[in-house]
């Protein structure tokens, strides 16, 4: 008996440690590509497929994922998921039709000294944490051509700020972030009505991240503002790097979500998405799903 135990309990901590290293991103045990980790999730496995790129150093990959799940269990769509921004290429993308991405430019190879120094006696006895561009221009270039071919990009939150430090992907993308204040109440404002990605879709309350940004292509495109409407403005920090001159102060309202062609393919960004809470705010849930549906041409 004790020996049934024993081999029982055994069994049963195998069986925990393959659930954990197959369920770590919440996957249900099939891989999208040889390149990345990524977990397949949806409710049919049939239909376009789509590949997220998601989590960094200020977003959780957690979140993101559940966030998302939401959006494509609802549209009875898979979707696989990577955290492994060094797989993104040709073949990492060959077999989806759809491409989203909810993190930023940055990685730190040596760590995040100044969160694991800080309150310690001798915090100037150790280096100086250094943050890297992870994305080449070979990577960008990766997307623009993925989309150019007939496929769709969707570009969520701090995705903006990868345009930074690429020029391929700020071109097909279509702007860049410039940065944002505390996370705070604003209004989204629905621009363009007509829109499929915003038909029906009314103005609404968020709390979140207020993303200040620049959208580089024909302003028609534009189909979201945000407003802070207790009158509170911004000056970022950071100038854009296409056209660098000093900060200035933007007022409370700028550009927050757009949709565009880009060769036989679309391009939708959406700056909403600190917390799971904003994404999932009612009136944001439909845009998304909007947004996919219109980005794999479905609608």
Known sequence: ???????????????????????????????????????????SGKGPRTLALIGDRYH?????RVSLDLVFKDLN???????????????LLEPYQLFVSLRDNMIWPGGYSADNTRGLENPGEFPREKEEYWITEEQGKAVK???????????LHNNAFVSRSSKNYREVQGGC??????????????????HPVTQG????????????????KDTKNILLHSENVDGLTFTPELEDPANPEPPKNLGTTTVSGWAHEYGKGRVVFTAIGHTIHAMWQPEYLKIQKNAVRWLLKMT
């Open 1 to 43: 008996m004790n020996e049934a135990n024993k081999v029982s309990r055994r069994n049963l901590l195998k069986n925990a440690a393959a659930m954990a290293s197959v369920g770590a991103m919440g996957g249900s045990g099939s891989w999208a590509a040889p390149q990345a980790t990524a977990a397949r999730q949806g409710a």
């Open 60 to 64: 959780n990959s957690d979140y993101i």
């Open 145 to 155: 051509d993925f989309v150019a071919a007939g496929n769709g990009f969707y570009s």
């Open 201 to 216: 879709i009314e103005d609404f309350m968020v709390t979140d991240e207020q993303h200040y940004l620049i959208y580089d």
């Open 177 to 194: 972030a410039l940065s944002h204040p505390p996370i705070r109440p604003f209004m989204v404002r629905i621009v363009n009505k007509e």
């Open 77 to 91: 769509l898979p979707i696989d998921y990577t955290t492994n921004y060094y797989d993104l290429s040709p073949s």
